[in-house]
């Protein structure tokens, strides 16, 4: 085992770093209306109950070197009468404390919640059978155990699953009542998701790794629920099954998902203000003045396009991105004037859905911009505007408010970016006024950043990309009053009216296929010899809706509609 010698131990009564300090949004939550479950601060999964505790207390630091980046593990405190701890809470030391883990009750037996479940023989919860020393900081002699770290594994009776680690200061083995496991079938697959101590990098003869963990299934139509708590382990290989588990719903109502009139409250309460670049072209414009504006529906084989109704109930519904139909752009003088956009218009086009299990709510804010401008290259110092690459009709971009259904309060949100995308914890947003955080568009090609700043989309080591300019400026759209709510499955039906366009599965811009490599080749030629490989290399490795001039699909043909948001 790894010895306290690798790490910088100090002795217990001095071993307690400074707290990371609590966060909390920027203003108080407002009286959300009253609805079935949402922000009611306890979740009916099915046969258990759960309840979130952010309340913790200290039991173990990593103390590395450098104490800013230490890693924290936590016990959670406060647990209400009738709950137990599923496993223990860690982060690291550098940023501010708002985590949470779940504890869990089973529900009462004259509830319907046996109904949920096909096994009803065995109790929800049992105590471990014993424990697995997983890991230690200590290199085994007796003298050197102050201020080591403990990882312990819960060893489930058989039909049951651990949900996380115990982690102590002494080598004595928890007791045994300290945790619950939980009966199989009401559990879920977990993965591994983002490293928060990783010894290998600096002491390679004892690895060991702890990670965040979320669940494997996710997505609307996932019923994984994360407990918060951290996967360790000495050796893992992507893919491999955890030795733990998550939740799984199993209440079929979600019933802690918001109402309608709790989704308007959160809109109008956290929607962010989207700003565009200065020097921002191609502005956004609502869908209903694009089609008002003479877009063009076509058809294969057809020369002339047809008119679309205001609301795109002639648009083709449903079926698949098949290349039969696509939108256009109408010609003459009217195109270069749609391209434009008008930003007076603009609206972000909301899809509401459950995550984690129906845990968390995902508000996905879609913003219509009728064209998406051509790239511009980065080369160190140099920025050289591309004439074609990047550009197309229409452009879907968005970005993605999470909703901690057991508060109503702002989770992170997720910042799409071309073909990929970065969550941001509520603590690291800007925000213009109370709780609404601030989006930053990016010049042309509408990529959303927390931030204002030039992002490289290629190799910001090398100073060799895309660029992507975002900064503030007079030209913006507030989420919280332009919006529309286009989708929320969840809620029936009959609830939200989805409208036509919506259902559109083909393309809304033409494709043209031009000979991007001769763009490249008289940049690549015009460069200092040594820069040219790097450059040519770091090309090919971009999204290749670069490469030609491509219409995206609309929201629901994409598969962040059903499933998760793209790393």
Known sequence: MLGCKCFYWKKIDQLVPSEPEIFSLPAPLPQWPQGQGFAYGKINLGELEVVKISRFKFIWSSNLEDKKKSVI????????????????????????????????????????????????????????????????SNDGSEESLEGCGFFWLPQPPEGYKSMGYLVTNSSKKPKLDKVRCVRADLTDRCENDQVILNSSTRFSEFPFQVWSTRPSHRGMLGRGVSVGTFSCNSYWMPGQELPITCLKNLDPSLHAMPNCDQIHALINHYGPTVFFHPDEIYLPSSVSWFFENDALLFKKGDLVGESIDVGGTNLPSGGRNDGEFWIDLPS?????????????????????????????????MWIFCPFNGPATL???????????????????????????????????????????????????????????????????????????????QGSAKLGIGIRNDAASSNFYVDSSTHYAVVAAEYLGDEVVAEPGWLQFMREWGPTTVYDSRAELDKIINILPVKLRYSVENIFYKLPVELYGEEGPTGPKEKNNWVGDERD
């Open 73 to 136: 593990f936590y016990k959670p405190v406060g647990i209400p009468d009738g709950f137990y701890s599923l496993g223990h809470y860690c982060q690291s030391n550098d940023q501010p404390l708002r985590g949470f883990v779940l504890v869990a009750r089973e529900m009462p037996s004259e509830s319907e919640a046996a109904d949920f479940s096909t096994c009803v023989t065995l109790p929800a919860l049992r105590e471990p059978l014993d424990y697995t020393l997983v890991w230690s």
């Open 378 to 456: 980065k080369v160190g110092i140099m920025s050289i505007a591309l004439s074609k690459i990047g550009q197309h009709v229409g452009d879907w971009e968005h970005f993605t408010l999470r909703i901690c259904n057991f508060t109503g309060e702002l989770w992170s949100i997720y910042f799409s970016q071309h073909s990929g995308g970065v969550w941001v914890n509520a603590y690291d947003l800007e925000y213009i006024q109370g709780n609404k955080a601030i989006v930053y568009s990016s010049k042309s090609g509408h990529a959303s950043f927390p931030h204002p700043g030039t992002y490289i």
């Open 332 to 364: 003459g003088d009217q195109r270069n004037s749609i391209k434009l956009g008008n930003l007076g218009s603009a609206k972000l086009y909301v899809h509401v859905k459950p995550a984690f299990g129906g845990t968390f709510t995902d508000i996905a």
